[in-house]
């Protein structure tokens, strides 16, 4: 993907290769933004995508095995509505 990186003021120099049918299609969703910007906010909205998915997964994964480990839970939607309503209040 990325050839040669080199640093200026915090940012790398990297050479991509677009199939031209994609290059197209960001130069025209792009507007008046710089084409630099439109791939740097795409690529970091991808990572944060995906990091964002792999929390997900994690977090089902720490489910199951409390789920396993506890079985499953009763609802506390009713307990909660009594607290509430100050019916279980001390």
């Known amino acids: 993907m990325a ?3 080199r640093r200026q003021g915090g940012r790398a120099a990297v050479t991509i290769r677009f199939p031209g049918e994609i290059l ?3 130069r025209r969703a792009k ?11 795409a ?4 990572s944060r995508r995906r990091r964002t ?4 997964d994690e977090i089902d994964a720490l489910r199951e095995s ?3 480990r506890t079985g499953i839970q009763p609802d506390s ?3 909660i509505r009594a607290w509430r309503e100050g ?3 001390r």
Not at 43 to 46: I, L, N, Q, T
Not at 53 to 56: E, S
């Open 24 to 26: 197209a299609r960001a």
């Open 43 to 46: 690529v970091d909205r991808e």
């Open 77 to 79: 939607t009713p307990l």
């Open 3 to 5: 050839s040669r990186a």
């Open 66 to 68: 409390i789920a396993a």
């Open 53 to 56: 998915l792999a929390t997900l």
């Open 31 to 41: 507007g008046e933004e710089s084409l630099n910007t439109f791939v740097v906010a």
């Open 87 to 89: 019916r279980l209040r």
